[in-house]
C-alpha cells in the first residue's frame, strides 16, 4: 500500500513561523512534524510515500530527498499553486496508482493503527473519526453503529485528517483546484463511506500555541 501526505498549505494560521518555514518542518519532539509521519508510515509498513508540496517546496523536498533516511521512498507531487485537497490528489494520481492509498494531513500529529488499512470492499473511503477537540465541538460527521459515515445524525465526530481512499473517488474529476468534503458527501450519501473511532493522542498542529503544547507532551513521553 502507499500513502499520500498533504504538504502543500500555506500555513497561514502558523504564521510568523510560516513565513520561512514550510509547516511541515516545523519540530516537535525534537524532529520535523512531517518526519514523524514518515516513521510511523515505515513502522506500520507503507515504504511508499508521494508528497505534494507547493510553500517553500524545495526546502521539504531538499530536508527529505528520496525518504531513504527514514526507511521509506518518497516521490514528489509539485503544485505551482496549491491545488486544494481534491485537486492535490487528482494530480498525484499517476503516482498513487489503482490501488486503495492512506491519506494523512500533513499537519495533525497521530499513531497509526493498521486496522485502518483493512480492504475497502466496496467503499470509496474509510475516515478515522476522533472526539471533537475544544476548537471544533461541533463535528463533522455521524459514526452509526454499523461503522458508515453520514453527513447527518447525532452524535457527530470529528474527521482526523487520516483516511483511506480509492482513487476512483476523484479519479474522474478534471484537473485543477477542487475540494475533497463534496465528494466525500457525495459517497455518503451512496452509503460508500465507513470509519472508525480513534481515541488514541492526536492534535491538529494548527496553530503556535497548539505546536508549543505537543512538543512539551512529546518530550515529556520520552523522558
Known amino acids: 500500500m502507499k500513502a499520500m501526505i498533504l504538504a502543500a ?14 509547516k511541515p518542518l516545523l519540530e516537535v519532539g525534537g524532529k520535523p512534524l512531517i518526519v514523524h509521519h514518515l516513521e510511523r508510515l515505515a ?6 510515500i508521494v508528497i505534494n508540496v507547493s510553500h517553500l517546496a524545495e526546502q ?17 507531487s509539485r503544485e505551482d499553486t496549491p491545488l486544494e485537497t481534491g485537486g492535490g490528489i487528482r494530480q498525484a494520481l499517476p503516482l498513487l496508482g489503482n490501488a486503495p492509498f492512506l491519506l494523512v494531513n500533513g499537519d495533525v500529529w497521530c499513531d497509526l493503527d493498521r486496522d485502518w488499512l483493512a480492504p475497502l470492499s466496496d467503499d470509496l473511503a474509510r475516515l478515522v473519526l476522533i472526539d471533537n477537540p475544544d476548537h471544533h465541538t ?10 458508515r459515515v453520514h453527513n447527518n445524525g447525532q452524535p457527530r465526530l470529528t474527521y482526523s485528517g487520516i483516511s483511506l ?30 470509519g472508525c473511532h480513534h481515541r488514541g493522542p492526536w492534535v491538529d498542529v494548527g496553530t503556535p500555541e497548539r505546536l508549543r503544547a505537543l512538543d512539551a507532551w ?5 523522558e
Open 165 to 194: 481512499l480509492d482513487p476512483a473517488l476523484v479519479a474522474d474529476q478534471p484537473p485543477g483546484v477542487f475540494k475533497l468534503a463534496p465528494l466525500l458527501s457525495d459517497a455518503m450519501a451512496e452509503n460508500r463511506v465507513g
Open 9 to 22: 498549505g500555506l500555513g497561514t494560521r502558523m504564521r510568523p513561523l510560516t513565513d520561512h518555514t514550510p
Open 138 to 147: 461541533s463535528g463533522d460527521f455521524h459514526l452509526d453503529a454499523d461503522g
Open 60 to 76: 521539504i523536498i531538499e530536508t527529505l530527498g528520496d525518504g531513504r533516511q527514514h526507511g521509506v521512498r518518497i516521490r514528489w
Open 43 to 48: 513502522a506500520a509498513g507503507i515504504e511508499d
Open 218 to 222: 512529546l518530550r515529556r513521553r520520552s
